[in-house]
Structures are given as structure tokens and as C-alpha cells.
């Protein structure tokens, strides 16, 4: 506690007062991140679900939070310095956008936006504001994800020529004499199945897997061209219903090929094409086999055996997990606002990655190759 509070006086340290917006699932789990931080106030709780708000205000108890039913009032209350943001991913730029502009900082779920007026939005509202964003791309906090991509931009295998990835899941049957879901979890399901306020699969679940390629590549993409449907239980077109099937070809500007593809009826026992997360980047000199917990390395000659490149990454990703943790975006977010700088997932992370989750949407919804340039967004 000594060493914290040392550590707390060299940065100046002082208390941190958040307000959180949409505290169900994903908003709930980051409000109990929040708890476990020092020298941070939980301020304001906001959710229109009484039961959730109310569950919330139980949990941060001790901190006496206030609470809000409607977002707007918390842009002018003055005794608020953060903002964490877990709603429906349509109001996320309306949001965002909003307390950047108040001066407060801003941890916002992914995606930044669901079309490309909405991370335009929030694009120039950050480039007005004396305060920063980051975005929920909680991949770019995995130790182990970042040591592997680390030594890819080292040179390890090489210059990197093509990707290879996909989020690939097996149906299961509905379980005999299930429960019917409750009103909040149907809540939950009605939205997300909606494009209109999820931005399709692509866009709200994928989101990660893609940051990750744009990451790998160390670029953005210039054009893309897919493929994707509503397979269950009867074949529909993209576009009105969430897709469970798709796949997209990427080209970059740095003329890496990105092969990506997302399905829920990969079945489980298919070994030779492994369902997960996955990601294989093939370079000149060899290619890694990347998981989120695991990263191996294959010679391009097949010369030796295939080498586990991780370490002491492993080492830090096991105390996370002690802490029942796979990130510690939240406890970055703090460190940047105390350290006035930048998050490692900024603005422009979170802008590059939406577009590109856009981008391959609109390439599968118009059945044909869009180009960056076409979304009409200044990153």
C-alpha cells in the first residue's frame, strides 16, 4: 500500500470521478474493474433498466453514487472527469462525441460507430477536445497478443505478406425445458439481432478479431470485397437480419492480404479447420500461428520444430487471471488520464477499426469491391 501510494504522490495522483452509462453485462463488468481501483470514485450511475441501475448502485455502495436516468444530464455535471460508455452500439458516438466536446474523457465500448457519419462525429469532436478517448478494443491489452505482435513489427518473420483469420463457432441445440429468457436478457438479444442498432456481426462482434489484423498489418484497409448471409433457419440477404456466415477479403495500403471470415455453424469436432479465434500471418521468412493466449512460430523451410515465442507475457497474462482478468484496459485508462497520455487504444484505433468492420459490411450488403476512400471519413 506504501509503494501505491508512493507511486500515487510522483504522478500527482488525485481522485479520479467516473459516471458510467449502460451497466448490464458488458457495463456491469467493467463498473466491478472500476471498483477494485484506487483513488477512483464511482460518481454517477446511468441505465434504463431500474433493475440493472439498481444493482449497480448495490455493488459501488461505498462510493455513495448518484443516480441518473437520462445520459444528457451528465455532460454538464462539473464533479465528473470520466465517462464509461457499455450502451447499445448505435448511441456510442452520440455519447462519445458529446463528452469529448464537455472535456471529459472518455472509455467507450467498441464499435465507435456503426456507420461513417457516426466515428466522423467522433473523430472531430476528439480533435476538439482537451480530453482523449479510449476505445474498447480489449485485445490490444492482452499481454500475450501484444508481445507476439511485438515481435512480428520486429522482424520476425519477415515482411508480412498475407493474413489469415477467422472467429469461427458451432450451433448448439436448445437445451430441453430451457427458461425463457428474462425481460432484460431479451433486451439484450432484440438489439443485438437488430443491424440498425448493432451494426451486424462484422461490426459489433468482429470488431475485435479485425483490430487485431489492422494491428498485425500495421495499416488500413484500401478496398474489400465479401460475402455473407442469415444462413439459420432459412437463407435470407444481408441486411435487415444479423448475419450468421460471412467472409471478407481485405487489401491493404500496404498491399497485405487479409483473409477473414466469421461463422456460428462450424461444427466442433471439424479438427482439420479448428473452430476459435485464430489468426495466421505468413511472412518471408516464416509464419505465426496466433491465439489470444498462445503464439508459435513454423520456419518457412519447415526446417526445426515449431517454437513458442511467448514468455514473460505468459507470466503477466496468469496474474491476470488470478485477478479474473484477461486485460487491464481499465486500469490503462486510469494510468493515461493521471499520466496526461494517450491510451494505446486512441482515436484512432477505435476510428480504423470501426471503418473497417463498416467497410467489409457494406462491401457484403452491396455485393460488390468498396474502397476506403468511398467512406468519406479522415482518419
Given amino acids: 500500500m506504501m509503494a501505491t501510494a508512493a507511486a500515487a504522490a510522483q504522478t500527482g495522483a488525485s481522485e479520479i470521478r467516473t459516471a458510467h452509462i449502460g451497466v448490464g453485462s458488458r457495463g456491469g463488468g ?49 464533479d465528473i472527469d470520466a465517462v464509461i460508455i457499455a450502451t447499445p452500439c448505435d448511441l456510442h458516438a452520440e455519447m462519445a462525441a458529446a463528452f469529448l466536446e464537455a472535456g471529459k474523457y472518455v472509455y467507450c465500448e467498441k464499435p465507435l460507430g456503426i456507420t461513417p457519419e457516426q466515428v466522423d462525429r467522433v473523430l472531430k469532436a476528439a480533435r476538439r477536445s482537451k480530453a482523449f478517448l479510449q476505445i474498447g478494443q480489449q485485445l490490444r491489452y492482452f499481454p500475450t497478443v501484444r508481445d507476439a505482435i511485438a515481435q512480428i513489427h520486429g522482424g520476425l518473420i519477415g515482411r508480412v505478406y498475407v493474413v489469415k483469420a477467422h472467429r469461427h463457432g458451432s450451433r448448439s441445440r436448445p437445451a430441453a425445458g430451457a427458461p425463457p429468457l428474462t425481460a432484460r436478457q431479451q433486451t439484450r438479444a432484440d438489439w443485438y439481432a437488430d443491424v440498425k442498432h448493432s451494426g451486424d456481426l462484422i461490426v459489433e462482434n468482429s470488431i475485435h478479431n479485425i483490430d487485431v489484423c489492422n494491428w498485425i498489418v500495421n ?76 503464439a508459435v512460430l513454423y520456419d518457412i523451410h519447415g526446417d526445426g520444430e515449431p517454437r513458442d515465442i511467448l514468455t514473460e507475457s505468459k507470466k503477466k497474462a496468469e496474474e491476470l487471471q488470478a485477478r479474473k482478468q484477461t486485460d487491464n484496459a481499465m486500469e490503462e485508462f486510469f494510468a493515461c488520464i493521471r499520466e496526461k497520455r494517450q491510451p494505446f487504444a486512441d482515436i484512432k484505433v477505435a476510428a480504423t477499426a470501426a471503418l473497417t468492420g463498416i467497410l467489409g459490411r457494406e462491401a457484403i450488403y452491396r455485393r460488390r469491391s468498396m474502397a476506403w476512400k468511398e467512406l468519406g471519413v479522415e482518419v
Wanted: charged share 20%.
Fill in 219 to 294: 495499416s488500413r484497409p484500401a478496398s474489400a470485397y465479401g460475402h455473407g448471409k442469415r444462413y439459420f433457419p432459412t437463407p435470407i440477404p444481408p441486411g435487415t437480419q444479423m448475419m450468421d456466415g460471412y467472409s471478407v477479403e481485405y487489401i491493404y495500403d500496404n498491399d497485405v492480404h487479409l483473409d477473414y471470415s466469421q461463422l456460428t455453424f462450424h461444427p466442433r469436432q471439424l479438427r482439420h479447420l479448428p473452430s476459435g479465434q485464430w489468426y495466421v500471418i505468413f511472412g518471408e521468412k516464416g509464419s505465426v500461428h496466433l491465439t489470444h493466449d498462445a
Fill in 30 to 78: 467493467l463498473l466491478r474493474q472500476v471498483l477494485v481501483q484506487e483513488n477512483v470514485r464511482v460518481s454517477a450511475i446511468c441505465d434504463i433498466d431500474p433493475g440493472t441501475r439498481d444493482e449497480a448502485l448495490s455493488a459501488a455502495s461505498r462510493h455513495s453514487a448518484r443516480t441518473v436516468t437520462e445520459w444528457r444530464q451528465i455532460v454538464d455535471i462539473k
